[in-house]
T-cell receptor
């Protein structure tokens, strides 16, 4: 069974702090990794994708991938109250187009 | 930015009834998907559709489910005989041919299905 695991949270950080969100996956065949943001009652919105080991930065967001440890993380710098949402980690295997989602980590950014 | 459109936003139906959820994917996209999310649970893959046929489906997508692209623009999900456990938010999504530099799934705003 292919699983993506996330701590459900909530992760509470003060405004301006760094929020660190983590995800592990079970299937070593996973090739593509994604972080989606989902506001309550809304659809998922892609924030970052990452394919190679190491870091990938986009604005305030940094995704980190370690395939040996089967671990993906998302750092949000200078967190804002508008970042308060559920962050979904997702993976895709090379042989498939479907995304496998984790259950999400709820982030609360306190003003 | 172009968007995926879903109708209706809410659908209430009686158990055993048929429902059709409708989606208009982004016009130049080639891959179409249905996902669902039961309240408080994970987003779950149902089916992917490419070149007018199902390319992949999950265990959830049994004989009660079907998809169709009837006219080159709409993409529909039909549930033949709804069950209480079909109550969920159903998301349509579309993408261009996924490559490492172009792998973005665009989700519609969802149809909240309530089966009574």
């Amino acid at each position: 069974q292919k699983e993506v695991e996330q701590n459900s949270g909530p992760l509470s950080v003060p405004e301006g702090a760094i929020a660190s969100l983590n995800c592990t996956y079970s299937d070593r065949g996973s090739q593509s990794f994604f972080w989606y943001r989902q506001y309550s009652g809304k659809s998922p919105e892609l924030i970052m994708s990452i394919y190679s080991n190491g870091d990938k930065e986009d604005g305030r967001f940094t995704a980190q991938l370690n395939k040996a440890s089967q671990y993906v993380s998302l750092l949000i710098r200078d967190s804002q109250p508008s970042d308060s949402a559920t962050y979904l980690c997702a993976t895709r295997m090379d042989s498939s187009y479907k995304l496998i989602f984790g259950s999400g980590t709820r982030l609360l950014v306190r003003p | 930015e172009p968007e995926v459109t879903q109708t209706p936003s809410h659908q209430v139906t009686q158990m055993g009834q048929e429902v059709i959820l409708r989606c208009v994917p982004i016009s130049n996209h080639l891959y179409f998907y249905w996902y669902r999310q039961i309240l408080g649970q994970k987003v779950e893959f149902l089916v992917s559709f490419y070149n007018n046929e199902i390319s992949e489906k999950s265990e959830i997508f049994d004989d009660q489910f079907s998809v169709e692209r009837p006219d080159g623009s709409n993409f529909t999900l039909k549930i033949r005989s709804t069950k209480l456990e079909d109550s969920a938010m159903y998301f349509c999504a579309s993408s261009e041919y996924p490559t490492e530099t172009n792998e973005k799934l665009f989700f519609g705003s969802g149809t909240q299905l309530s089966v009574l």
